[in-house]
């Protein structure tokens, strides 16, 4: 589940600036939004690799 | 003398002892594996000087296509079929395999030049994440002409900066080399993020109907900014080809591919190559042309990505410094044996953090990246030659091991002919390492061939 959601994470990282070229978002909110997806892709990234553990 | 340097000898290899021995097939790693480091290795901090100064030495955009495609596909090939086929052949490491060659002796010099060019390479990359915290603060970074500080406060943040960095590569080495792993694929899709949302700024609609025109006329628009050489096809091939020279053609990257099954492996440099070399750069690229071609790495990611685009600036400098470092303090350890690897890794920290403040080194990044492989690549060439050539034509290896001679008198001679060779060839910076490898590989060879031991001497000294 972790992994799942640290791969939305990321692919929101690439989804969002889409919003913004198409003008569906203003930069500002693109800038918020992609700091929090990258936010999301370290929490859940990291827990994802705690969980696989050192061996990898 | 001899002694003295034989003592040094022995304390260095006490220092890799632990890859003395060639790795056994259980130890062989799986392709997957290999294409996640590949593809984590090629994004630095770097990559956002490399392409946005393409567009800054006024590429056209068919040129930096076909330039950095080519480019990439030979260093691709010069993985798969220089360093690959003679790291899974030995499955030793440069360290020992050059060892064997030049004699120990050699080998340290080659182990300090390195440490030294590492520091300079880890210099770069905490200039580079300083452009991004001094552009959060609002302080001015360095202009393009500027080789030392104009800024007081620029040199303060980058000295912190390569302090802190220090400390955590003393501190912290193993757990950041992991938290990098985590850091690569987020790192390149912040780099696309950024280009893609700037593309608005630069003109291009919705649909991309125009995206070619755009990239022709506002980005690789063929104009050198006044002040930098034009640049065409052949730099950037060359620059695309040459950028991890001395990993490929130096065969440093001996270390990674040692551990593969066999030498197609090589192939999957690929995964690091086109994301990092070609996308990346491409990336940074769009981003320079949205900030009026600007150099300041930090800027250009903090418009594009905001606090996401600068966190990038400032990891991909963090998580590239960090290993970069761990090298050079390791490099370092081998003239100083009785220090341990912190006191090593702290005067490396020292020595880079020093370099760091000077902007030269992140602002003429391509001409020192070529200088860097230049300067490592005639060890490369000898190896190829002990390796290939001298079984083709009867020519005895490994006679400095034999001889147990510390130094190999004619290897340190080629290597300099080499450089002061590469030195006077009257053609550019970035095509001078090609000739240069063939003439270290002519003569080497040609070296050995005249010195070459009667039969039965040479039998006598292998038994």
């Given at each position: 589940?972790?992994?799942?959601?640290?791969?939305?994470?990321?692919?929101?990282?690439?989804?969002?600036?889409?919003?913004?070229?198409?003008?569906?978002?203003?930069?500002?909110?693109?800038?918020?939004?992609?700091?929090?997806?990258?936010?999301?892709?370290?929490?859940?990234?990291?827990?994802?690799?705690?969980?696989?553990?050192?061996?990898? | 003398?001899?002694?003295?340097?034989?003592?040094?000898?022995?304390?260095?290899?006490?220092?890799?002892?632990?890859?003395?021995?060639?790795?056994?097939?259980?130890?062989?790693?799986?392709?997957?594996?290999?294409?996640?480091?590949?593809?984590?290795?090629?994004?630095?901090?770097?990559?956002?000087?490399?392409?946005?100064?393409?567009?800054?030495?006024?590429?056209?955009?068919?040129?930096?296509?076909?330039?950095?495609?080519?480019?990439?596909?030979?260093?691709?090939?010069?993985?798969?079929?220089?360093?690959?086929?003679?790291?899974?052949?030995?499955?030793?490491?440069?360290?020992?395999?050059?060892?064997?060659?030049?004699?120990?002796?050699?080998?340290?010099?080659?182990?300090?030049?390195?440490?030294?060019?590492?520091?300079?390479?880890?210099?770069?990359?905490?200039?580079?994440?300083?452009?991004?915290?001094?552009?959060?603060?609002?302080?001015?970074?360095p202009?393009?002409?500027?080789?030392l500080p104009s800024s007081a406060?620029w040199a303060?943040?980058?000295?912190?900066?390569?302090?802190?960095?220090?400390?955590?590569?003393?501190?912290?080495?193993?757990?950041?080399?992991?938290?990098?792993?985590?850091?690569?694929?987020?790192?390149?899709?912040?780099?696309?993020?950024?280009?893609?949302?700037?593309?608005?700024?630069?003109?291009?609609?919705?649909?991309?109907?125009?995206?070619?025109?755009?990239?022709?006329?506002?980005?690789?628009?063929?104009?050198?900014?006044?002040?930098?050489?034009?640049?065409?096809?052949?730099?950037?091939?060359?620059?695309?080809?040459?950028?991890?020279?001395?990993?490929?053609?130096?065969?440093?990257?001996?270390?990674?591919?040692?551990?593969?099954?066999?030498?197609?492996?090589?192939?999957?440099?690929?995964?690091?190559?086109?994301?990092?070399?070609?996308?990346?750069?491409?990336?940074?690229?769009?981003?320079?042309?949205?900030?009026?071609?600007?150099?300041?790495?930090?800027?250009?990611?903090?418009?594009?990505?905001?606090?996401?685009?600068?966190?990038?600036?400032?990891?991909?400098?963090?998580?590239?410094?960090?290993?970069?470092?761990?090298?050079?303090?390791?490099?370092?350890?081998?003239?100083?044996?009785?220090?341990?690897?912190?006191?090593?890794?702290?005067?490396?920290?020292?020595?880079?953090?020093?370099?760091?403040c000077l902007p030269?080194?992140?602002?003429?990044?391509?001409?020192?990246?070529?200088?860097?492989?230049?300067?490592?690549?005639?060890?490369?060439?000898?190896?190829?030659?002990?390796?290939?050539?001298?079984?083709?034509?009867?020519?005895?290896?490994?006679?400095?091991?034999?001889?147990?001679?510390?130094?190999?008198?004619?290897?340190?001679?080629?290597?300099?002919?080499?450089?002061?060779?590469?030195?006077?060839?009257?053609?550019?910076?970035?095509?001078?390492?090609?000739?240069?490898?063939?003439?270290?590989?002519?003569?080497?060879?040609?070296?050995?061939?005249?010195?070459?031991?009667?039969?039965?001497?040479?039998?006598?000294?292998?038994?």
């Amino acid at each position: 589940m972790v992994r799942v959601l640290a791969w939305v994470s990321l692919l929101a990282c690439l989804g969002i600036p889409l919003a913004c070229f198409w003008g569906r978002l203003s930069l500002p909110t693109y800038k918020t939004l992609l700091a929090a997806a990258s936010l999301a892709w370290f929490v859940f990234a990291t827990l994802a690799m705690a969980r696989r553990g050192p061996g990898r | 003398m001899p002694t003295r340097l034989a003592t040094l000898a022995a304390k260095m290899d006490q220092l890799q002892e632990y890859e003395r021995e060639p790795v056994a097939p259980d130890k062989f790693q799986s392709a997957r594996q290999f294409a996640g480091l590949l593809a984590g290795e090629h994004v630095a901090a770097t990559e956002f000087v490399i392409g946005a100064f393409f567009v800054l030495h006024g590429v056209s955009l068919r040129d930096l296509l076909i330039g950095l495609f080519a480019g990439n596909l030979l260093a691709v090939a010069s993985w798969t079929l220089v360093c690959a086929p003679i790291a899974t052949r030995t499955r030793l490491t440069l360290y020992w395999y050059f060892r064997r060659i030049g004699g120990p002796g050699l080998m340290g010099l080659y182990n300090v030049l390195n440490g030294v060019l590492y520091c300079v390479l880890a210099g770069a990359m905490i200039s580079v994440s300083a452009t991004a915290v001094a552009a959060l603060f609002g302080l001015p970074s360095p202009g393009l002409d500027e080789l030392l500080p104009s800024s007081a406060a620029w040199a303060a943040l980058a000295f912190l900066i390569g302090i802190a960095f220090t400390v955590m590569a003393i501190l912290g080495f193993e757990k950041l080399s992991r938290f990098a792993v985590v850091c690569s694929p987020w790192m390149l899709a912040v780099f696309v993020a950024c280009a893609i949302a700037v593309l608005p700024q630069l003109g291009v609609r919705s649909d991309f109907s125009n995206l070619w025109e755009v990239a022709e006329t506002r980005i690789w628009n063929g104009q050198a900014t006044p002040g930098q050489e034009k640049f065409g096809l052949w730099q950037v091939m060359f620059f695309a080809w040459f950028c991890n020279l001395a990993m490929h053609i130096g065969l440093s990257d001996m270390a990674l591919f040692r551990f593969a099954p066999n030498w197609k492996y090589g192939l999957l440099s690929a995964c690091g190559m086109f994301p990092g070399h070609l996308l990346a750069w491409i990336c940074s690229g769009i981003m320079v042309a949205a900030i009026q071609r600007e150099m300041n790495p930090g800027l250009m990611a903090i418009e594009a990505g905001g606090i996401a685009g600068g966190a990038a600036v400032l990891i991909a400098g963090w998580t590239t410094a960090n290993p970069t470092l761990y090298r050079a303090g390791l490099a370092f350890q081998s003239i100083t044996p009785n220090w341990s690897r912190w006191k090593t890794t702290a005067l490396a920290g020292i020595v880079t953090t020093i370099l760091a403040c000077l902007p030269v080194f992140f602002l003429r990044l391509l001409d020192y990246v070529a200088i860097y492989g230049l300067l490592l690549m005639p060890v490369g060439a000898m190896v190829f030659a002990e390796h290939w050539i001298f079984p083709k034509l009867g020519l005895e290896q490994y006679r400095a091991e034999r001889r147990r001679e510390v130094v190999n008198w004619t290897a340190l001679g080629v290597w300099i002919a080499t450089l002061a060779f590469c030195y006077f060839l009257p053609i550019h910076l970035f095509f001078k390492w090609l000739p240069g490898y063939l003439f270290a590989l002519a003569a080497y060879t040609a070296a050995r061939a005249v010195t070459r031991e009667p039969a039965a001497v040479s039998a006598r000294g292998a038994r």
